[in-house]
């Protein structure tokens, strides 16, 4: 057991700093009462290490407190709530954002200049939640849902469990899933597939629940979605049992279930692993060869790496799908690699560091090739594989990176390409050079775009951005 389990460290250690101080102990008769160094009682009195529950019984003993009282969730005093607020306000992505240092709030700094340095930052955090008010609710909800895949490694034992079924019922028995046991499938859970040319455009699928019809794009492009995976998604969320979503939370959630589904009988997990486990002894684990494998995107096969890689391997990973603009619009990790965030925690429509990989990958000579970095940054070194996906909506680049210890596992792990990213330090990518500030200032007028689907609400009892209109006309033509 931790103190992190169930308080908080910062209010910990400014208890433990109170009950010593009270009790005119200094920090080398304490540390010499329960045998620990002095340095390690003042890591834990600045919040900055977890004590074993065996410290924190020594420790309560030594001060002739109960063990309860350490643990306690009140700060000790006025004064030490303060500064327990200081702490977590410069933790907080706004402030870190900025690149500025962190003011340690000890007896030194006057009680104004605290009060004083908590009123900012209190501000600055309704400003950025202000600007962000609108979308607030949809990121905040994506990212709580990042929190929940990162916790379970982007690994679904149910949904691994549900789709094993599926491909049992069908006596799918090996490699990737063909379009007739698509249509087996279908069939398996009752339901008859209908390509049209009418779909309505804020539709991937529309299905009939009446008649048991699912309607699906007549012709699919190589620069929309799978087809297959269309289908695998859409009978996904009756498998899965999902109903109407409540809010934002439940719909994302219902979308990241289905598309695993699909993703799991695409790349069933057995021959997937498999497949895995060989390249890795060979040390040639690579996206590419993944994904032709099985016959699935890059972006697919990229996923479902991730679901993969941690639980089965141990290979800790992080996943983006980046626009040629430089704006994140999908992201996972579980590898301690910094993204980033707005105030709320959200990474999605943040721009990204211009010297990682999958940004780098745009000013290649060739950038279609297979491409490979190595990419110092504040939180350690990693290395990416990168490709490139040509969209409707422009070009995307798909990156899956891992720690540098992990790197020997894959194809382009000796790769001499190397950057440095100091992000979010404005000054690595961010702030232009100072001759072209002094040029172009007072002389430059950017507009910026706006995409309006992150501006819209979630009406009560629909799907965002459905035109239910649409559905409904499109329904009654077919009826």
Known sequence: MTASQSVDLVT????????????????????????????????????????KLSVLQAIAAALDVSLQDLLRPEAPSRRAGLEIELAHLQKAPAYQGLGLPSVRAGRRLPADALESLIGLHRELQRLLTEQSATPEVARRANAQLRVNMRERDNYFAEIEQAAANVLRSVRHATGPLSQRGILDIAAQLGFTLHYVSDLPGSTRSVTDLRNRRIYLPQVASNKGHDPRAVVLQTLGHFVLGHADPSDYGDFLRQRVEANYFAA?????????????????????????DFRD?????????AHRFTNLATHHFGIPVHFTRVHESGIVYKAYENDGVQFPADVTGAIEGQPVCRKWASREIFQADDRYSSFYQFTDTAAGTYWCTVHIESTRSGEFSVTV??????????????????????????????????????????????????HSHLLAALPPGTFPGVDAQDVYEFLDRRA
Not at 29 to 50: D, H, M, T, Y
Not at 272 to 286: G, I, N, Q, S, T
Not at 293 to 301: D, I, Q
Request: a positive charge; aromatic letters at 8%.
């Open 264 to 288: 799991a009988l695409l790349m069933p997990e057995t021959f997937a692993v498999e497949f895995l486990r060989e390249a890795k002894a060979d040390r040639a684990l690579a996206i590419d």
């Open 401 to 450: 990176g891992t720690p540098f210890e992990h790197a020997r596992w894959f194809r382009g792990g000796d790769t001499t390409r190397r950057t440095v990213s100091r992000c979010p330090d404005p000054t690595c990518c961010r702030r232009p050079p100072a001759d072209l500030v002094s040029r172009w200032s007072g002389s430059a007028w950017p507009s910026a775009r706006v």
């Open 12 to 51: 910990l250690g400014q208890r433990l700093r109170h009950l010593r101080r009270t009790r005119g102990m200094t920090l080398e008769q304490l540390s010499a009462a329960v045998g620990r160094a002095p340095s390690q009682l003042s890591v834990i009195e600045n919040g900055k290490r977890e004590p």
């Open 293 to 301: 494998a099985f016959g699935v995107s890059y972006e697919t096969a």
